[in-house]
C-alpha cells in the first residue's frame, strides 16, 4: 500500500451511503481496509467494477448474528486501528461488536460510529435518509426555487459532506490524539450534525441579516443574476459565479453590458429578477461552449455545467488526471494530491484471502472457518 495512511488497519462494518464512501476514502489514502459484507451476498465481479465507492478494499463475508462471525470480527477489531460501523445505536452491542467489547480487548482502537440522528436523543433510533437529516439541519429549506418545494441535493450534503467526510475527519483527529495518549476513542458521527456544521457560514448571515429566510432569494442560492446557472442556445447550460466587483465587471464586458445602467447597482436585490431575464436572453442567443471559448483566459468566473460523461473529459480533469479508470469504469481519483506520499491508482475491492487474514492476526482456526463458509 502507498499513501499517507500506509500502515493504517480500518476495519468496516456494515452500512451503505457514508460508512463505504469513508471507507472509500481511507483506502484511497493508503489504509488497509477490510470491508465485512453480508454472508450469501457477494457481488460479481461485474458488480464490483461498479461499486465505485468499494473500491480499495478487501471484502469478507461473514454472518455477524452468528457465534463464529462475532468471533472473527472481533479477532479483525483486535488487529485494527480504525472500525468504522455504520448501524442504527445498539446493533453493534447486540452484535457482541460494541465498543466496550472491542475497546477492552483493544484500547488503542477508535470506534467510529456513522449515524443519521447520532448515538443519543430522541430521535437516535428513528429510521431516516440523508433528505430527513438535512432537513432538519436547517440545510434542505434553503435549497429551491422560491414558491417551490426544497430540491435535495443528491446525497452530496448528509451522507457524503457531512457524514462521511467529517467522520473521517475524526478518526484521523483521533489517529492524532492517539499518538499523545496511546488510547483510542469512541467517535460519534451524526449526518443531521454534520450538515449543520457545514452551513455554519449561513447561519451566521442569517444572524448578521444577510440572509433571507426564503429559498432563492440570496446571492448564492439562485437569487443574483451574478451567481447563477443560465441556459444556452445548444440546450445546455452555463455557470456563472462573478461576486467580486472585478469580476462582474469582467461579465458586463463579456456580455457586452458594461455601459447598461441596470447593471450598475449590482447588489440592489430588488433589481435581481429582471437582470436575470436580461442575462438570460444575452446567454441563449449563443451555445455554452461558445460562451466559454469567449471567457477563456478572462478572470470573468464561468464554467460550463458538465454532465457525467462531459466532466471526466474536460481537459483540465485531464491535464490533472482527475479521473481514473478502474476496471472499465471511468471514475473520480482519489483527492487531495499528496507531494512526498501520493495514494496509488485505486482497484476494485477483491477477496480475503488466507494470507490477508493472518497477516492481520487471525486464528488458523478462525480463518479456515470463515473461508469454508464464504
Same mark, same amino acid.
Given at each position: ?17 457514508? /460508512?463505504? +464512501? ?14 465485512? #459484507? ?40 483486535? /488487529?485494527?486501528?480504525?472500525?468504522? &460501523? ?14 466496550? #467489547?472491542?475497546?477492552?480487548? @483493544? ?12 448515538? #443519543? ?7 431516516? *435518509?440523508?433528505? @430527513?437529516?438535512? /432537513?432538519?439541519?436547517?440545510?434542505? *429549506? ?17 451522507? !457524503?459532506?457531512?457524514g462521511a467526510m467529517l467522520l473521517a475527519v475524526g478518526l484521523l483527529a483521533a489517529?492524532?490524539?492517539? @499518538? ?8 460519534? /458521527? ?5 450538515? $449543520? ?15 433571507s429566510g426564503g429559498r432563492g432569494e440570496n446571492h448564492l442560492d439562485g437569487g443574483? *443574476? ?10 445546455? !447550460? ?5 461576486? &467580486?466587483?472585478?469580476? !462582474? ?12 445602467? &441596470? +447593471? ?46 462531459? $466532466?471526466?473529459? *474536460?481537459?483540465h480533469h485531464a491535464e490533472r488526471g482527475a479521473f481514473v479508470e478502474v476496471g472499465?469504469? #471511468? ?16 482497484? $476494485? ?26
Amino acid at each position: 500500500m502507498t499513501g499517507p495512511l500506509s500502515g493504517i488497519r480500518v476495519l468496516e462494518a456494515g452500512g451503505i451511503g457514508p /460508512a463505504p +464512501f469513508c471507507g472509500m476514502v481511507l483506502a484511497d489514502l493508503g489504509a488497509e481496509v477490510i470491508q465485512v #459484507t453480508r454472508q450469501g451476498a457477494a457481488p460479481t465481479a461485474t458488480a464490483s467494477a461498479f461499486d465505485v465507492t468499494g473500491r480499495g478494499r478487501l471484502r469478507l463475508p461473514l454472518d455477524l448474528r452468528s457465534e463464529a462471525g462475532t468471533r472473527a470480527a472481533l479477532e479483525l477489531a483486535d /488487529a485494527a486501528d480504525i472500525l468504522i &460501523e455504520g448501524f442504527r445505536p445498539g446493533v453493534m452491542e447486540r452484535l457482541g461488536l460494541g465498543p466496550d #467489547t472491542c475497546l477492552q480487548r @483493544n484500547p488503542r482502537l477508535i470506534y467510529g460510529r456513522m449515524t443519521g440522528w447520532g448515538q #443519543t436523543g430522541r430521535l437516535a433510533s428513528t429510521a431516516g *435518509h440523508d433528505i @430527513n437529516y438535512i /432537513a432538519l439541519s436547517g440545510v434542505l *429549506h434553503a435549497i429551491g426555487k422560491p414558491g417551490e418545494p426544497p430540491v435535495p441535493p443528491l446525497n452530496l450534503v448528509g451522507d !457524503y459532506g457531512g457524514g462521511a467526510m467529517l467522520l473521517a475527519v475524526g478518526l484521523l483527529a483521533a489517529l492524532q490524539e492517539r @499518538n499523545v495518549s496511546g488510547r483510542g476513542q469512541v467517535i460519534d /458521527a451524526a449526518m443531521s450534525e454534520g450538515s $449543520a456544521l457545514l452551513a455554519s457560514l449561513f447561519y451566521g448571515m442569517r444572524a448578521s441579516g444577510r440572509w433571507s429566510g426564503g429559498r432563492g432569494e440570496n446571492h448564492l442560492d439562485g437569487g443574483a *443574476h451574478f451567481y447563477n446557472s443560465y441556459r444556452c442556445a445548444d440546450g445546455k !447550460y452555463l455557470s456563472v459565479a462573478a461576486n &467580486e466587483p472585478q469580476f !462582474y465587471a469582467e461579465l458586463l464586458q463579456l456580455c457586452g453590458l458594461a455601459g447598461d445602467a &441596470e +447593471f450598475q447597482q449590482q447588489w440592489d436585490r430588488a433589481r435581481w429578477p429582471a437582470l436575470k431575464d436580461r442575462l438570460a436572453a444575452v446567454f441563449a442567443t449563443d451555445s455554452r461552449d461558445a460562451w466559454c471559448a469567449r471567457a477563456e483566459g478572462r478572470d470573468v468566473c464561468i464554467a460550463p455545467v458538465l454532465d457525467w460523461g462531459e $466532466a471526466p473529459a *474536460h481537459p483540465h480533469h485531464a491535464e490533472r488526471g482527475a479521473f481514473v479508470e478502474v476496471g472499465g469504469v #471511468t471514475q473520480p481519483a482519489p483527492a487531495p494530491r499528496f507531494s512526498r506520499t501520493p495514494p496509488a491508482h485505486p482497484k $476494485a475491492a477483491v477477496d480475503a484471502d488466507a494470507a490477508a487474514l493472518q497477516a492481520w492476526g487471525m486464528r488458523a482456526k478462525t480463518i479456515a472457518g470463515v473461508l469454508r463458509r464464504r
